[in-house]
């Protein structure tokens, strides 16, 4: 029987059973933070031999450079031939850069702004309007990035396999649309993985644009929360295939693999789409930090290694998803007044709430002193026009106090539902 | 007596031994090259230690907090407060980034042109017409950034303690005018140190555009040759005093005296010029390499650790420049052909020599096996209006090699002159 079929009585006593939990959690005090996609010092641990590496003797890379001087825009060979091997990429087509994919990110989208990109007719701040396609729920950089640039976000939904390949079709026929965002693999946050069919439908559709761009961030591709590793697809292929080379701006990191913020970025693409890149590259700077990628290299010494180090995370990770679940389960279970996501890799679990109570739940919670991801914060300019969409980021806190903080948010879900169902 | 002062007899005897002398030269099928600001291995060497650091246990920055994991768009006080000291500026206006400041300038600079910077009016995409004071001769990639954005790259000459005031204060009358590069010690190629007059009055002009911006690129500030260390000045200061406190984008790092492309860039400005940094810095990605911050500064300890790792790089080039102006003294001094900067810093020696022959100077090395950098290069567009100037750099190579190189090039000078001189 759920929620929503109880009777007023029921309903009446339920929902005074409701406040009283929400009383007592408010009186505990608490000061828990479930917002944050950051790995958990354990996870962090695991990479401290990277603190002295790459070691004091070596310093040649793979083609016998000395990775200590200037040179070398594209990254060494010894990092990139690592990370095309687990991506199913040819080398060729991979570069390896600093530590963070969002900054490549934000320069192609940049320089195709100023500049134009290597397909475009004009720089695309001389086009009046330029779209972009953002499946929702989606990544809220992405979001705010397209938005710096006052790009229109057009949203379409994300299906079981990926975002919805019809919308999508009929969105390019718009000149105007200049590309699209795209998590292919446990999507941030709905933790969904695109099927291959959905990845040969986006390389191969006509677009109206011919300099239109799928930002392809594959940022969770090796993120299993299982022994498991999903497929990865060539795009670059299909795309080569289908007559559209340029299609695919791929992205990939070494984040939340190593250490946060001091990894190593992967930016694979058609030669076509890399010399652009490069040319504009090379004036901004000189090149990555090639010591870094040594180190990196050495610590994972093949594509195997890094699946190695990735069954590590999933030991941490498993179990405190697992504890979400079980919490979400045994709380909200039957009541129909919430569906949630049950990744099997990524960082998120995403949490649908009624109609119109997201941002009432967060709210409840941080009154209760437990922060969560603001309402909305998956769609562009956080505006999640149901209002039911909520991120749950359980990675960084202990066990003991996700559990508190889970089932502290179920009580806030269950108020916010009562409170709208007028008890 | 000088070469233009010859009789005709002497003249062609003179060009007939310098011609035997470049017969000579070519016959020994060199491969030597000048052109590459880059450091040594022995220099390289000095920093090896930082290959294994910040070592496995250390991961804390002086905030206590974990540089493993995502955060602090600033960089770590650590370092950060190191570089204050060493450039005499307050840590609060200092931030620490990544290993290239070139990088810094390219976003300020592309950042403005899409967005307008904190003091603009508009976009400086939408201004028609953007034009940028250049310094000459000055810095290749400096110009090959402004020039990548279109900007009208207005000169004005660099006297013996900086670039001419007059002609600055001059140029930026104009509301176009919207920034001017200067390195201000140690001056990429000439060696110029800019002093506090000059400083000041850069602080202190007037300019018709508000959101006028000097890159007061500070990149060769400790680069000594001799145990001397030229005085820094807090031009951040300076301009606040004068009532222009945006005046100014200060850049820094650790190139040249740790590894190359692997350091630690800084960029010191008035807090809204940093807010404003920031918060499109914070669109483009999560923040600087920790990791590296904290290996840099544990390398350093403080800046007096700075001054000292620079003593041993001015240990191993001092006679490597030394060598290049014996070199130059005995085979060119006298016959009025050349002059040449003798810098106490930095990385290059600039020779000019007779107008109009550089580029057959660096055609004749060419030919011969010497590759020196392309003459025009220290100009806006690669044109040195009077062809005279050629940037040294005498850093890289061998002082062995070193020596064979300066004396063909010497060999060169000497016949582009008598070419010249009809002999």
Redesign the interface.
């Known amino acids: 029987m759920t929620l929503l079929d109880f009777d007023s009585e029921r309903l009446s006593e339920f929902a005074a059973q409701v406040r009283a939990d929400y009383d007592e959690l408010k009186a505990r005090n608490l000061k828990l933070n479930l917002t944050?996609g950051?790995?958990s010092?354990e996870q962090?641990d695991l990479?401290?031999?990277?603190?002295?590496?790459?070691?004091?003797d070596?310093?040649l890379d793979a083609d016998g450079a000395?990775?200590?001087?200037?040179?070398n825009l594209k990254g060494i060979r010894d990092i990139r031939q690592i990370w095309a091997e687990l991506l199913g990429l040819d080398v060729e087509h991979v570069l390896a850069g600093?530590?963070?994919s969002?900054?490549i990110m934000?320069?192609l989208i940049?320089w195709s702004?100023?500049?134009g990109n290597n397909d475009s007719e004009r720089p695309w701040?001389d086009e009046g309007t330029v779209k972009w396609i953002c499946p929702v729920p989606g990544y809220d950089?992405h979001f705010?990035?397209t938005g710096?640039?006052g790009f229109e976000m057009v949203t379409v939904p994300m299906l079981e396999d990926g975002p919805d390949l019809d919308a999508v079709r009929e969105l390019v026929k718009d000149p105007q649309v200049k590309g699209m965002w795209a998590v292919p693999v446990f999507a941030n946050p709905t933790g969904i993985t695109f099927s291959e069919e959905v990845a040969r439908g986006l390389a191969g559709m006509e677009t109206a644009a011919p300099d239109f761009r799928i930002v392809w961030d594959n940022a969770y591709v090796v993120h299993t929360l299982t022994n498991e590793f999903p497929p990865v697809h060539n795009v670059i292929r299909f795309a080569e295939e289908a007559g559209h080379p340029n299609r695919f701006w791929y992205m990939s990191s070494t984040s939340k693999i190593t250490?946060?913020?001091?990894g190593v970025s992967f930016f694979a693409s058609s030669k076509a789409n890399l010399d652009w890149y490069l040319s504009?590259a090379g004036?901004?700077?000189?090149?990555?930090?090639?010591?870094?990628q040594l180190a990196h290299a050495k610590y994972f010494g093949d594509a195997e290694g890094v699946r190695a180090v990735m069954r590590k995370h999933a030991g941490v990770l498993a179990p405190k998803f697992n504890r979400v679940l079980e919490i979400l389960d045994s709380r909200l279970g039957g009541y129909e007044v919430a569906s949630w996501t049950r990744p099997e890799g990524g960082y998120f679990i995403s949490l649908d709430v009624i109609d119109g109570t997201a941002s009432r739940v967060v709210e409840l919670a941080k009154e209760a002193g437990i922060a969560l991801t603001g309402a909305g914060s998956s769609f562009p300019h956080k505006d999640d026009p149901n209002n039911r969409n909520i991120r749950l980021a359980p990675t960084l806190p202990p066990v003991d106090e996700l559990e508190v903080a889970m089932d502290g948010v179920a009580t806030c879900v269950l108020l916010a539902a009562v409170e709208k169902l007028g008890a």
Chains 1, 2 share one sequence.
């Open positions: 944050r950051k790995p010092s962090l990479a401290d031999e990277l603190l002295e590496l790459p070691g004091r070596d310093h000395d990775v200590r001087n200037y040179g600093d530590s963070s969002l900054n934000f320069d940049s702004y100023a500049f701040k950089r705010t990035l710096q640039f250490h946060a913020g001091s504009i004036v901004r700077g000189i090149g990555p930090n090639k010591v870094n």
